[in-house]
C-alpha cells in the first residue's frame, strides 16, 4: 500500500515497555533510503485489525508481546537493537547498602527470588502482596513511590524502560549483569526484555527495510522464545535468561578483568589468534527456588552457527539438573563415605547453610503445579 521506500509504522501510547520510544527515535533518525511515518492508534489490538486490512505497513511491538501473541499471519520482519534489558531499584541505597529489615517491593517473581538471593536479612514482597496495588503499570508506579517517599517501603523494582518514562526522577541502582563491575550482585534479566519488533504481514515485501534490521538482536530474540517455547509455561515467571551476541574481544578483556580464565577457554589458538570468527553467543539461564537459597543455572559461550543445537544442549542439561535436584537425596550408608558426609552437613548447619530439616529434603523444589 506504500510507496516505495516509504512505510507506515502504527504506533501505540508509551505502555511502559520502552517500544514507543525506541520507534520514535528509528523514525526520526531513519535511513536516507527510506521513510518512516508514524500513525498513531490507542492500542495494539486495533494496530493488528489495521494492519490485517492493509491499513499501515507495520506495527511496532515488544518481544514479549509478540512471543504471547504470535500469528501465522504475521511476522516479525524487523528486530531492533536490543535495549539495555534490565531492572531498577528505585530508592536510596544500592541493593548491597540496604538497610537490615527493608522493605523491597519486585514487581517480578524471578526479581523478588534474585533479591532474596543477594539480601536474605530484607524483606522482598511483589506488589500484590504489599497491599492493594492498582494494575495499571503507570498507576501502580506512582503508587510504590508514594509508598517510598512516606516511608512504607525502602525501595521497589521496576524496568529501566518504565522509570525512563516517569513524571518524576529519583534515585536508581542497575541490577543487571555487571559486567564492567564484577565486584557487585549479577542480575541475570527477565527473557525477552529489552527487544522492540515491527510485525508486517507475511506477504509484505521487507527488501527495503532490511537495512534497519539488527541481526544480532535477531538472533538473541530468536533463540530466546525458542528456550522459553521447551520451558514449561508454570516456569516462565521464576527464569531469568538472556542471549545475546557478543565479540570475542570484549568477553577476553571481562575475563581478564576478573582473573576468570574459564570463558577464554576455546576463543584463541596457542597463538594468541581468534578462532571461529570474531562474535560469539553468550547464554546465561537460572531459576531460583522461594527462598533464594538455591539457584540452578548454566552458561555457555557458542559460535553463531552452532546456536540453534547449542542452545538445545543448553536446554538439555538445564532440564537434568533441574531434575536431579528435584529428587529426594539418598543417604551414603559406606563407611567412610558416610563419615565424610555427615562431617561435611554438620559443618553446613553449624554454619547456618543448611537447616537440619531440609538435609533429606530436595535442593529445589518442584513448582510446576504453582
Known amino acids: 500500500m506504500s510507496e516505495e521506500g516509504r512505510f507506515e509504522i502504527l504506533l501505540c501510547p508509551e505502555m511502559g515497555d520502552g517500544v514507543h520510544t525506541h520507534v520514535k527515535k528509528l523514525i526520526d533518525n531513519h535511513p536516507d533510503s527510506m521513510t518512516l511515518v508514524e500513525k498513531q492508534v490507542p492500542h495494539i489490538e486495533s494496530a493488528i485489525e489495521l494492519l490485517r486490512d492493509g ?16 500469528d501465522k499471519d504475521l511476522t516479525a520482519s524487523v528486530v531492533l537493537p536490543r535495549r539495555e534489558p534490565t531492572r531498577v531499584l528505585v530508592g536510596e541505597d544500592k541493593p548491597e547498602y540496604v538497610p537490615k529489615g527493608a522493605v523491597i517491593i519486585a514487581d517480578c517473581e524471578i526479581v523478588r527470588r534474585q ?39 525502602d525501595g521497589y523494582i521496576i524496568p529501566r524502560a518504565l522509570h525512563a518514562t516517569l513524571p518524576f526522577r529519583t534515585r536508581r541502582h542497575t541490577l543487571g549483569m555487571q559486567r564492567d563491575n564484577p565486584e557487585r550482585f549479577r542480575f541475570i534479566p527477565v527473557p525477552l526484555d529489552g527487544f ?20 544480532g538482536a535477531a538472533l538473541s530474540l530468536r533463540l530466546e522464545m525458542m528456550m522459553l517455547d521447551n520451558i514449561e509455561t508454570s516456569m516462565h515467571d ?18 581478564a578483568r576478573t582473573g ?31 527462598d533464594g537459597t538455591v539457584t540452578a543455572g548454566v552458561e555457555k559461550i557458542f559460535i553463531p552457527s552452532e ?64
Do not use: C
Not at 202 to 211: C, M, Y
Open 55 to 70: 491499513h499501515g505497513d507495520l506495527v511496532a511491538a515488544s518481544g514479549r508481546w509478540w512471543f504471547e501473541n504470535r
Open 115 to 153: 533479591m532474596i538471593r543477594l539480601r536474605k536479612d530484607i524483606n522482598v514482597m511483589l506488589p500484590e502482596e504489599f497491599g492493594d496495588a492498582p494494575d495499571d503499570m503507570f498507576e501502580r508506579t506512582l503508587w510504590l513511590e508514594e509508598l517510598r517517599k512516606d516511608n512504607s517501603i
Open 196 to 215: 522492540t519488533v515491527l510485525i508486517s504481514r507475511i506477504d509484505f515485501p521487507i527488501t527495503g527495510i532490511t537495512e534497519i534490521v539488527d541481526a
Open 238 to 255: 521464576k527464569i531469568a535468561l538472556m542471549i545475546e551476541q557478543r565479540k570475542v574481544g570484549t568477553i577476553l578483556r571481562e575475563a
Open 260 to 290: 576468570d580464565e574459564l570463558p577464554a577457554i576455546g576463543l584463541v589458538t596457542d597463538k594468541d589468534e581468534i578462532k571461529g570468527g570474531k562474535t560469539r553467543i553468550d547464554l546465561a539461564l537460572e531459576t531460583l527456588n522461594r
Open 307 to 370: 546456536s540453534h543445537s547449542a542452545s538445545l544442549k543448553v536446554l538439555n542439561n538445564w532440564n537434568q539438573l533441574l531434575k536431579i535436584m528435584r529428587e529426594d537425596p539418598e543417604e551414603e550408608t559406606r563407611g567412610r563415605m558416610k563419615e565424610l558426609m555427615d562431617e561435611y552437613i554438620d559443618d553446613l548447619v553449624s554454619k547456618g547453610r543448611l537447616s537440619e530439616e531440609r538435609i533429606h529434603s530436595p535442593m529445589m523444589e518442584d513448582e510446576k503445579e504453582d
